[in-house]
């Protein structure tokens, strides 16, 4: 093995049913360096990371870990973590009910020498990890206690402190913050400086181009290459994961923004709010119109969403769809009036993992026609098939289970499920986070296809550039509150400064 090479992974192959999931990909992983690990949802990215660590067996290839003689094969994520591979996952997997403390050293806590748990000893060195890495944390709470953006980091903490040669970070920023994210890559920074060599999969170009040193891209299970940052530009990098050059995002919306303005109102909200998290908001929309909500993570957007459709009851004001006043106490009321709802966090309120994509596709159409009036199987397969052709859901058949499907696929068919139900209106609550440029710009293109045919949206995203290219007009959020409405001069300088400063050019 080279002098500054950590990990080598060579001719790595692996195949699911009808599938080759991986066709003899190389990987090479240097001390003290931040590598991109690239590629469209369904390139192996995860596949990879999992052969790496022991969650798949491996068919073909080797790989090599340095100071371990021989090649490697891990068959548990502890295996990993013996021999100094430690992983983050997007979706954090400690024990919540459980304190910081017992996080960061479960499975390794110290002891006394009467074989207790040396709880005095444990919280110090917690406390000391928490201050090491400027986070302001008190380590006796419990890990519910926290954000998800903060659980995340401590996830990484754990993973720092046990010494790990090579961190694997699969998409840890999904959830977190500007702020927050500048504080992990500080932490990145300094573990590259202390020789730790980092594995960062992650779809946002920019955060790739402030932080990486090198980027390896996938696609299709086979390796496109590995190239040094500086010398592969951001279309580049793009042609590289979908294989093809590619039209200009900004090109998806043409000519200018349509005014809505004498379009009939579809949902009339006034002064409603929920207790503690929404104070109370006006809001029009119109007919075929496309409205973003922007606003920093925890500005209250997803739970504005949550308001209008039901999920959370509003404690005061009116709502009223298509011109009439509506009562709205469950998501059910609000599917029997047109809406559908696409929630942010598809693992835990979205998909049903151990149903197929077909039984995900119709759950909702089956839910508004009630527990006694089934579906027909023939309407069922029918739906199914007409939906994964229109999104072009991946997927090796219908009746494959939907948790055997990429991130980016999961969403598209959750999107399915509420096409399918015919929607008047629409809440997409961040339909783009987590999956690639390719399918984002899927899912953009549909979406502006959807208002075109009358349908009326609201798209909540954390990406402003989306949002600009997809929205008519845009809700600011701050705090809970709804601080201001851009109807015009749509560009990324006025939409920051509104979220920063809270203006509006109602």
Not at 12 to 33: N, Q, S, Y
Not at 234 to 242: I, N, P
């Amino acid at each position: 093995m080279e002098n500054n090479v950590v990990l080598t992974m060579r001719g790595i192959t692996m195949t699911f049913p009808g599938v080759k999931a991986l066709d003899h990909v190389d990987f090479t992983l240097r001390k003290g360096e931040i590598h991109a690990l690239m590629g469209e949802n369904g390139a192996g990215k995860s596949t990879l990371i999992k052969c790496l660590t022991g969650i798949n067996a491996f068919e073909a290839g080797e790989i090599h870990v340095d100071g371990i003689e021989g090649p490697v094969v891990n068959h548990s994520t502890m295996d990993a973590q013996k021999k100094g591979i430690a992983t983050v996952y997007q979706e954090v997997n400690l024990c919540p009910n459980l304190s910081v403390a017992e996080n960061l050293f479960i499975g390794r806590e110290p002891r006394t020498r009467f074989g207790t748990i040396d709880w005095k000893t444990m919280i110090r060195k917690s406390q000391k990890i928490m201050d090491d890495l400027d986070m302001n944390i008190d380590v006796t709470q419990n890990l519910e206690e926290y954000s998800l953006a903060l659980q995340q980091m401590i996830a990484i903490a754990r993973a720092v402190d046990m010494e790990s040669k090579v961190l694997i970070l699969d998409e840890p920023t999904s959830s977190l913050d500007d702020n927050e994210v500048e504080k992990l890559f500080r932490l990145m920074n300094r573990l590259k400086s202390q020789g730790v060599g980092i594995v960062f999969v992650t779809h946002f170009l920019e955060q790739v181009y402030a932080v990486c040193d090198r980027i390896t891209v996938l696609r299709n299970g086979q390796l496109v290459g590995e190239y040094l940052v500086e010398e592969l530009p951001r279309v580049k990098l793009v042609a590289a994961m979908m294989g093809k050059d590619f039209d200009d995002l900004a090109a998806i919306k043409s000519g200018e923004t349509p005014d809505f303005s004498h379009a009939e109102v579809l949902i009339d909200a006034k002064g409603l709010s929920h207790r503690g998290t929404i104070k109370p908001f006006d809001l029009e929309i119109h007919k075929g119109e496309v409205v973003g909500l922007t606003g920093l993570l925890g500005s209250g957007r997803s739970e504005l969403a949550r308001v209008i459709y039901g999920a959370d009851k509003n404690q005061t004001g009116t709502l009223k769809v298509g011109g009439k006043e509506a009562k709205i106490n469950a998501p059910i009321d609000a599917m029997n009036l047109g809406m559908g709802l696409l929630p942010d966090d598809r693992k835990a309120e979205g998909i049903i993992g151990d149903l197929s994509v077909r039984e995900n596709i119709i759950l909702a159409l089956q839910a508004r026609r009630g527990m006694f009036k089934l579906l027909p199987m023939s309407k069922q397969i029918e739906i199914a098939d007409q939906y994964i052709d229109a999104v072009q859901i991946k997927t090796a058949s219908r009746e494959s289970l939907i948790k055997q499907l990429s991130g980016g696929n999961q969403q598209k068919v959750i999107l399915a499920r509420w096409l399918a139900t015919n929607p008047d209106f629409l809440i997409l609550d961040e339909p783009t986070r987590g999956i690639d440029v390719g399918t984002k710009t899927e899912i953009q293109k549909l979406v502006l296809k959807l208002a075109g045919e009358g349908k009326s949206i609201m798209f909540i995203s954390s990406e402003i550039d989306e949002m600009l290219r997809t929205c008519s007009k845009l809700g600011v959020m701050r705090d809970g509150a709804k601080v201001g409405e851009i109807t015009e001069d749509l560009t990324q300088e006025h939409v920051m400064k509104a979220i920063a400063g809270g203006g509006s050019n109602e």
